[in-house]
């Protein structure tokens, strides 16, 4: 259409054809339910905590052994990786210290600096103890976060338990993380308090 001429009034404008849907050998597939509205907030504050959802039954056309095994993928995968982490956190702090209290022996200028400046002793130590509380809460939310996972695929059945029970993070595996961390951490602060 040039710029110069209006557009005629009088012509019908060409209409978009409509599409034409292929036949299809399946059915058309139903429409999900709506979902049920939220109870009112005060209600909520009434009731526990809902648990974390169990894996969902397959849609349609999915088949069931490969959804299962699907979801068997992922719960594992996350449930080794909650393993790894666990055993990278102690072991990045056990490492860390160890630097640190080779680190306040060895060197002459660290030693003079921390007896000269005590506020930096002081921040240190309490440093030290917030990060040893963090990496025991964090310890003890693996532990909930594994026995989870592992109630999970347990509820999935798709291989057997002793496929994956060696990635459990136990509560003693826990207890015994914190113990060897406080006990680096004591080590590192009595350095700290005899340099």
Same mark, same amino acid.
């Given at each position: 259409?040039?710029?110069?001429?209006? $557009?005629?009034?009088?012509? !019908?404008? =060409? @209409? &978009?054809?409509?599409?034409? +849907? *292929?036949?299809?050998? %399946? /059915?058309?597939? #139903?429409?999900? $339910?709506?979902?049920?509205? !939220?109870? =009112? @907030? &005060?209600?909520?504050?009434? +009731? *526990?905590?809902?648990? %974390? /959802?169990?894996? #969902?039954?397959?849609?349609?056309?999915?088949? !069931?052994?490969?959804?299962?095994?699907?979801?068997?993928?992922?719960?594992?995968?996350?449930?080794?990786?909650?393993?790894?982490?666990?055993?990278?956190?102690?072991?990045?702090?056990?490492?860390?210290?160890?630097?640190?209290?080779?680190?306040?022996?060895?060197?002459?200028?660290?030693?003079?600096?921390?007896?000269?400046?005590?506020?930096?002793?002081?921040?240190?130590?309490?440093?030290?103890?917030?990060?040893?509380?963090?990496?025991?809460?964090?310890?003890?939310?693996?532990?909930?976060?594994?026995?989870?996972?592992?109630?999970?695929?347990?509820?999935?059945?798709?291989?057997?338990?002793?496929?994956?029970?060696?990635?459990?993070?136990?509560?003693?595996?826990?207890?015994?993380?914190?113990?060897?961390?406080?006990?680096?951490?004591?080590?590192?602060?009595?350095?700290?308090?005899?340099?």
């Amino acid at each position: 259409m040039r710029p110069d001429k209006p $557009p005629r009034a009088d012509r !019908p404008k =060409p @209409e &978009d054809p409509e599409p034409v +849907e *292929p036949e299809l050998d %399946e /059915p058309p597939l #139903e429409e999900e $339910p709506e979902l049920e509205e !939220p109870p =009112p @907030e &005060d209600a909520a504050a009434d +009731e *526990p905590a809902p648990q %974390e /959802p169990a894996p #969902e039954e397959p849609k349609k056309g999915i088949d !069931p052994k490969v959804y299962r095994e699907e979801m068997f993928k992922i719960v594992c995968g996350s449930f080794v990786d909650i393993y790894k982490s666990f055993h990278n956190l102690m072991r990045d702090l056990v490492v860390f210290s160890l630097l640190v209290m080779g680190w306040l022996v060895t060197s002459r200028f660290s030693q003079g600096y921390i007896r000269t400046h005590l506020v930096i002793l002081y921040t240190s130590l309490v440093m030290i103890g917030l990060i040893f509380a963090m990496y025991s809460i964090e310890a003890l939310r693996i532990v909930r976060i594994s026995r989870r996972k592992l109630a999970q695929l347990d509820e999935i059945g798709y291989a057997d338990r002793a496929f994956y029970r060696n990635y459990r993070v136990t509560p003693t595996m826990a207890f015994f993380g914190i113990v060897l961390v406080c006990a680096v951490f004591t080590l590192l602060c009595s350095t700290l308090l005899t340099v």
